[in-house]
């Protein structure tokens, strides 16, 4: 129960009230919760070849003590399904390559797909550095030695939104097809159901969920954020509640098979993206037991021994 107030965005003081418990308890309950939810979400998530075709990136500005602490996330338009996120203390190329490298992982090869960002000048670098194959084939052109070439993904596309504001109100959006054509862009778009022109409605409107619901990010706690630990493993727990426990009414279908079960079927974003089959209870979510990978020899290192001499 406490596992599920947190998640939902309960202040740690008023859970502390609740049930009498050490507020030291509860943020160790809330980081190993978020330690199993971010295994859960690299098993069952990050390891999936999805169809992707629409991809909306973002990152949130957190305040910290002494710091600024920056979450970037990534969301899949068409299923709503939270694809994961990093946090650092610096907005640089590192931040936006550990996220693209999270998104690419998550993706088909070589398939069709948008990536929508905001303004920041990193990311298409880091999209066209994530979403590469090596040209195999006669005639590839490939060395012999040293690194083999890389070609873009074909059917890639990027589209950039930048806001601009005055006195904290909109004034203008410009949009910018980086990669890609607008036919291919215009196809995703009416595929994914991500809305009539480039947004990045979906990933903003996940950032306001992630807010709502944790404590150091609205101020719900007595004091900011201090470690980032903290904030990552708060993240992965509210993301995996959000794919695998919370329905969303755009993603209900027609219950024809069975009416007498209501006329809609309520799905979570891992249902509609094919990851399950129910929505999981939170107590289902931590009771998942995660299988570790299987066991490998260590890689030999260094000079071979050198082979006896028979005599």
Same mark, same amino acid.
């Given at each position: 129960?406490?596992?599920?107030?947190?998640?939902?965005?309960?202040?740690?003081?008023?859970?502390?009230?609740?049930?009498?418990?050490?507020?030291?308890?509860?943020?160790?309950?809330?980081?190993?919760?978020?330690?199993?939810?971010?295994?859960?979400?690299?098993?069952?998530?990050?390891?999936?070849?999805?169809?992707?075709?629409?991809?909306?990136?973002?990152?949130?500005?957190?305040?910290?003590?002494?710091?600024?602490?920056?979450?970037?996330?990534?969301?899949?338009?068409?299923?709503?399904?939270?694809?994961?996120?990093?946090?650092?203390?610096?907005?640089?190329?590192?931040?936006?390559?550990?996220?693209?490298?999270?998104?690419?992982?998550?993706?088909?090869?070589?398939?069709?797909?948008?990536?929508?960002?905001?303004?920041?000048?990193?990311?298409?670098?880091?999209?066209?550095?994530?979403?590469?194959?090596?040209?195999?084939?006669?005639?590839?052109?490939?060395?012999?030695?040293?690194?083999?070439?890389?070609?873009?993904?074909?059917?890639?596309?990027?589209?950039?939104?930048?806001?601009?504001?005055?006195?904290?109100?909109?004034?203008? #959006?410009?949009?910018?097809? @980086? &990669?890609?054509?607008?036919?291919? *862009? !215009?196809?995703?778009?009416?595929?994914? $159901? =991500?809305?009539?022109?480039?947004?990045?409605?979906?990933?903003?409107?996940?950032?306001?969920?992630?807010?709502?619901?944790?404590?150091?990010?609205?101020?719900?706690?007595?004091?900011?954020?201090?470690?980032?630990?903290?904030?990552?493993?708060?993240?992965?727990?509210?993301?995996? #509640?959000?794919?695998?426990? @919370? &329905?969303?009414?755009?993603?209900? *279908? !027609?219950?024809?098979?069975?009416?007498? $079960? =209501?006329?809609?079927?309520?799905?979570?974003?891992?249902?509609?993206?094919?990851?399950?089959?129910?929505?999981?209870?939170?107590?289902?979510?931590?009771?998942?037991?995660?299988?570790?990978?299987?066991?490998?020899?260590?890689?030999?290192?260094?000079?071979?021994?050198?082979?006896? #001499?028979?005599?």
């Amino acid at each position: 129960m406490v596992v599920t107030l947190l998640a939902w965005g309960c202040p740690i003081q008023a859970i502390v009230a609740a049930f009498a418990l050490d507020e030291r308890t509860i943020a160790d309950w809330r980081d190993r919760a978020g330690q199993h939810c971010e295994r859960v979400h690299d098993r069952l998530v990050a390891q999936q070849n999805l169809d992707l075709q629409h991809v909306q990136l973002d990152e949130i500005r957190a305040k910290g003590v002494g710091k600024v602490i920056w979450l970037a996330m990534g969301i899949m338009v068409p299923t709503r399904l939270w694809l994961g996120g990093v946090v650092s203390v610096t907005r640089d190329r590192a931040l936006a390559d550990r996220l693209l490298k999270i998104v690419r992982g998550c993706a088909k090869t070589t398939g069709k797909v948008l990536v929508c960002v905001d303004g920041w000048a990193a990311y298409p670098k880091a999209i066209k550095r994530a979403f590469r194959e090596k040209v195999v084939g006669p005639g590839s052109g490939q060395p012999k030695r040293g690194r083999p070439r890389l070609a873009l993904w074909p059917q890639l596309a990027i589209g950039v939104v930048i806001k601009y504001k005055r006195a904290y109100k909109l004034v203008e #959006v410009r949009r910018e097809i @980086v &990669a890609g054509s607008r036919e291919l *862009v !215009a196809e995703l778009i009416s595929t994914s $159901q =991500g809305g009539l022109y480039l947004n990045t409605s979906y990933i903003e409107r996940f950032n306001g969920t992630l807010r709502e619901r944790l404590g150091s990010l609205t101020r719900k706690c007595r004091h900011a954020a201090r470690r980032v630990e903290a904030l990552e493993t708060g993240m992965y727990l509210v993301g995996s #509640v959000y794919n695998f426990c @919370v &329905a969303h009414r755009e993603l209900r *279908v !027609a219950n024809y098979d069975r009416p007498e $079960q =209501g006329r809609w079927q309520k799905r979570t974003p891992a249902m509609a993206s094919g990851l399950s089959d129910h929505i999981w209870s939170i107590d289902e979510l931590l009771k998942y037991k995660v299988v570790p990978p299987p066991f490998g020899p260590p890689k030999r290192r260094g000079r071979p021994p050198k082979k006896s #001499v028979q005599n």
